[in-house]
């Protein structure tokens, strides 16, 4: 693609990571020329995301406020023989308000759907019908890596839109509902009140294996929605996701997995919470450092985004160790004490956790006290780790 004005910078990937990046290069860097390409009929897949308040920093909330839909001034959660409830906002996006607000803000031509991108360089992108892109630098945005270079569990869930016959009388999210059964480990609820009749319901679970079984799981939210009194069916929105919990792995292998020499964002740069699997925080955060660069060449882009999911990755660390712990450590129906047990500490240091911004205090204050986890199995499960 060689007509009209050079392309400055070229997003692989329409999904939440490379649409925000358009959008903050739109919002501050207008008078560069931004492309994002996207293989689908649509950008941002078919995903609700939701974030806390703590999760993306006042500054940088500019950038998702126009594509929350729903919103909350608090939210619950249920742990058998503990209920709490946290006056912490939170808020939902879309995937459709993602694309509209794409639609709307990026010049004709520069939102490319369906076209499935080849091969990727760090200065052009080759499309599935030969035409060739060429810019000054590409990101890749295309989801998860090799996942053979990390050693993971896997959150899994299927969520459905409810609709209730009558009211249901739920104000705030339920994020996490554990006195489900958990035979199988961790499991837990999510529920959103989208309207007076409409609730999102989520089965989520903890697992060792991504395979997903979406018919037991339809069944499993049709009973719970029922033991809740919300009597009704599941209709519009169903969305499945198999994310990332990430013990151990190789960084350097896992980035040059895909498009060695070409920026990474997303699950591709392993820009992700090794424990909850959730990409929303890092991805605002490094939308907007992108648009702060000064040089968005191919070279200068793998650089900096390169040595940003290093500082990431050692961040992580402790994380990871949570992560370790939950699935090597604890037995699969007890895996809800640990979780248990950090929802009746601080919620500021809770909101920290979750945006990946734990202090040192936190962490010690996480780990202190008595265990939820049986400690020969916790030393034996680090230390094979670390092996």
Partial sequence: MTRGRPID????????AGGLIALAMRARRPELRTVLI?????????????????????????LIEPLVVHSWSGH???FPGHDRSLPVSYASLTNERLGTVLHRLMPEGDLLIEH????????DVTLSDGRVINARGVIDARGAGDPSALTLGWQKFLGLSWVCDAPHGLANPIIMDATVDQSDGYRFVYTLPLSATELFIEDTYYAETPTLDEPSLHQRIAAYAHAQGWTGEAKGRAETGVLPVCMAGDFERYWQSSAPGVAKVGLRGAFFHALTGYSLPDAVRVAVAISDMRDHSGAALHEALHAMARRHWHGQA??????????????PAERW??????????RRLIGRFYAGQSTLFDKLRVLTGKPPVPVGRAIHALGAMRS
């Fill in 116 to 123: 499935a991108a080849q091969a990727v360089t760090a200065h």
């Fill in 9 to 16: 910078l070229a997003i692989v990937g329409g999904g939440l």
């Fill in 337 to 346: 004490r640990v979780l248990a047990r950090f929802y009746r500490l601080d």
């Fill in 38 to 62: 996207e293989e689908a009929t649509h950008v941002g897949g078919n995903h609700l995301w939701s974030c806390f308040a703590d999760d993306v920093a006042p500054e940088h909330r500019w």
């Fill in 76 to 78: 619950d959660v249920r």
């Fill in 318 to 331: 402790y994380y990871r160790m949570l992560s370790t712990l939950l699935f090597r450590a604890a037995d």
